[in-house]
């Protein structure tokens, strides 16, 4: 009788997971460019595969009843041409003008309460974005800078954030429908930031990440919560200064001159105090990341106290922050292009 019961409980639990996935007949219309993962959950992508936008693919089905992934085919992927594709990417068509997933709400009418005190306790994270492509290189933002099309992230360093601070004061009056949005392959859903073309026009080309609507991410988790009387054109404008400050310095000399060379977090730091005065380093944190046996040099972290404005010394903002470790001791800067 035990063992009865035991390969019926097993034949449920295989017939419950089964269930989950829906096969679905027709085509997928990509309406935009993006990744076809081989696993969803992994995010791995064999061979780089993208969608191409206006092509249709094969509908295999879709990861469970009002599911997130279409699982489409893609001929010619290697490892396997069963690929998952974000649902926001494209449409399911059963025959020529019959589609069975509408249009995308617009979320821009949302109201998100920003009532509350200017943050003065303040992480400005700055990218070499050349090492973040290295394994994300499917990215629209990486294709381009791979394919030479962005030189200047070799120049400089790009803008990942300014997150209000301790860890954890995110999304301030976001309702859980836009939270819940919050994912790289909905970043284009969440409502669109409130800045001039100026700022728009600068924050492209400061933050790579803006074609993949980083920008768009940034504001809702982190920027609500800066609470600046200009929104979110305030919060992206001092973003930007702050980051002018660090590339116009012997910060951005230091990585310049050394693409494709070693340098140390004791390198990085000395460059701050060279430029920002004694103390500066000691408020930046270096993180690395491994790449086939490589280690490179992949954000710093940069503490600052007080209230951010567009004639904030970047020094006193730093030496009023606490100190921190220096995390990783050295790494390589990157050169653009798959190493």
């Known amino acids: 009788m035990l063992r009865s019961l035991i ?136 294709r381009d800078l791979n394919d030479g099309h962005l030189p200047h992230t070799t120049r400089q360093l790009s803008i990942h954030g300014l997150w209000p601070q301790p860890k954890g004061n995110d999304y301030c009056g976001v309702p859980a429908t836009i939270r819940n949005l919050d994912n790289p392959d909905n970043w284009h859903r969440l409502p669109t930031p409130e800045i001039d073309t100026e700022t728009a026009d600068a924050l492209e080309a400061a933050m790579p990440g803006f074609a993949s609507f980083l920008h768009h991410h940034e504001w809702i988790k982190h920027g609500t919560c800066y609470f600046g009387e200009g929104g979110a054109d305030e919060y992206y404008d001092d973003t930007l200064y702050l980051t002018g400050l660090v590339n116009d310095s012997a910060v951005g000399d230091l990585f310049f001159n050394n693409v494709g060379n070693e340098i140390t977090g004791a390198e990085i730091r000395a460059a701050f105090d060279t430029s920002f005065g004694n103390g500066s380093g000691e408020r930046v944190l270096i993180k690395c990341k491994s790449d086939s046996g490589r280690t490179l040099i992949n954000e710093i972290w940069i503490s600052l106290q007080g209230t951010i404005s567009q004639t904030s010394d970047l020094g006193d903002l730093m030496r009023s922050a606490d100190t921190t470790g220096m995390g990783c001791k050295r790494g390589i800067v990157d050169p653009a292009g798959l190493q």
Not at 66 to 95: I, M, N
């Open 7 to 142: 390969i019926a409980a097993i034949s449920i639990t295989f017939t419950t997971s089964a269930s989950a996935f829906v096969k679905l007949e027709g085509y997928f219309i990509a309406e935009k460019a993006c990744e076809a993962y081989q696993s969803k959950n992994k995010q791995t992508n064999p061979g780089n595969i993208v969608t191409h936008p206006d092509m249709a693919y094969k509908m295999l089905g879709i990861n469970k009843e009002g599911g997130d992934f279409f699982q489409v085919q893609v001929d010619g992927a290697p490892v396997t041409p069963s690929r998952w594709v974000s649902t926001s990417c494209g449409l399911h068509v059963v025959e020529a003008d019959t589609r069975t997933s509408g249009k995308i709400e617009d979320t821009d009418d949302v109201v998100i309460d920003q009532t509350g005190t200017e943050s003065t306790d303040n992480l400005l994270t700055l990218s070499w974005q050349p090492a973040f492509c290295e394994t994300r290189p499917g990215k629209k933002e990486c």
